[in-house]
């Protein structure tokens, strides 16, 4: 597996004064529609993680993030998925400017959400990805 078969990603975790977490269902895209992820994507050729972090929230949700506002988390490494290697990176978010909205047509809904009631069915990394998180863990190597 060369280079150009590994994908860097950025999500972004926006959690409400109630503590509740933005999740997002997917649609109209090229990978698993009807599940529930957070808002991100891939890093662009050339681009930092911080600044792929703002273009994605911008694009998906309309809203205004500070770098300084976005707290790394987690480091996901994801099983290779037939010639790709996925890393994931994952930022926690109290403050942003804006009200959250779908607003790039790749997701049918939105919804700040507690723990204990996520979605069915949420994409499995990140599902893993909170309980990360919640763990206190940085770093991981995944099965999924």
């Known amino acids: 597996m060369n280079d150009s078969h590994?994908?860097?990603?950025?999500?972004?975790?926006?959690?409400?004064?109630?503590n509740?977490?933005?999740?997002?269902?997917?649609?109209n895209?090229?990978?698993?529609?009807?599940?529930w992820s957070f808002p991100g994507?891939?890093?662009?050729?050339?681009?930092?993680?911080s600044a792929a972090l703002i273009r994605e929230l911008s694009?998906?949700?309309?809203?205004?993030?500070?770098?300084?506002?976005?707290?790394?988390?987690l480091t996901l490494i994801r099983k290779p998925q037939q010639t790709k290697r996925y890393v994931n990176?994952?930022?926690?978010?109290?403050q942003w400017q804006g009200d959250p909205v779908i607003s790039d047509n790749k997701a049918s809904q939105i919804d700040f959400l507690s723990q204990s009631e996520l979605p069915d069915p949420i994409l499995p990394y990140i599902k893993e990805a909170i309980s990360l998180i919640d763990q206190g863990i940085q770093f991981y190597e995944s099965e999924h």
């Open 6 to 18: 590994v994908k860097l990603s950025v999500y972004g975790i926006l959690v409400d004064k109630n």
């Open 20 to 27: 509740k977490i933005l999740l997002q269902k997917r649609a």
């Open 29 to 35: 895209t090229s990978y698993a529609n009807g599940w």
């Open 41 to 49: 994507g891939h890093v662009e050729q050339g681009e930092s993680l």
């Open 59 to 73: 694009e998906e949700l309309g809203v205004v993030a500070d770098p300084e506002s976005c707290h790394f988390s």
């Open 89 to 94: 990176f994952f930022y926690v978010i109290k």
